[in-house]
Nanobody
Framework: QVQLVESGGGLVQPGGSLRLSCAAS????????MAWFRQAPGKEREFVAA????????WYADSVKGRFIVSRVNAEKTVFLQMKSLKAEDTAVYYC?????????????????WGQGTQVTVSS
């Protein structure tokens, strides 16, 4: 069992930056591939980024490549999403997700555990 708690969301102006954190509790965190998804009002939940167990491999949605960086610190059981050059279309609730023994999937249903989400609003 893994519990995930996101933090770091907020209101930021276009072009600004935010860093989201996802703190995990439970055992064997380094056995989980981790990912970030987001969901805007009236839209489907969409893949943002994923990271492998060791952190050595990352995957990104085309819409965030070059602007977002996903990282993890296994000793702290934490995953981060560094976001820069934020745009209005990045506005959404951002969710952290964990998949046991799987990494890099862009399919939400393949993840076993989810956090409650943190709101990111990009607006002037």
């Amino acid at each position: 069992q893994v519990q995930l708690v996101e933090s770091g969301g907020g209101l930021v102006q276009p072009g600004g930056s935010l860093r989201l954190s996802c703190a995990a509790s439970g055992r064997a965190f380094n056995n989980y591939g981790m990912a970030w998804f987001r969901q805007a009002p009236g839209k489907e939940r969409e893949f943002v980024a994923a990271i492998s167990w060791s952190g050595g491999t990352q995957w990104y949605a085309d819409s965030v490549k070059g602007r977002f960086i996903v990282s993890r610190v296994n000793a702290e059981k934490t995953v981060f999403l560094q976001m820069k050059s934020l745009k209005a279309e990045d506005t959404a609730v951002y969710y952290c997700a964990a998949a046991l023994s799987r990494a890099g999937s862009e399919i939400a249903s393949e993840y076993d555990y989810w956090g409650q989400g943190t709101q990111v609003t990009v607006s002037s």
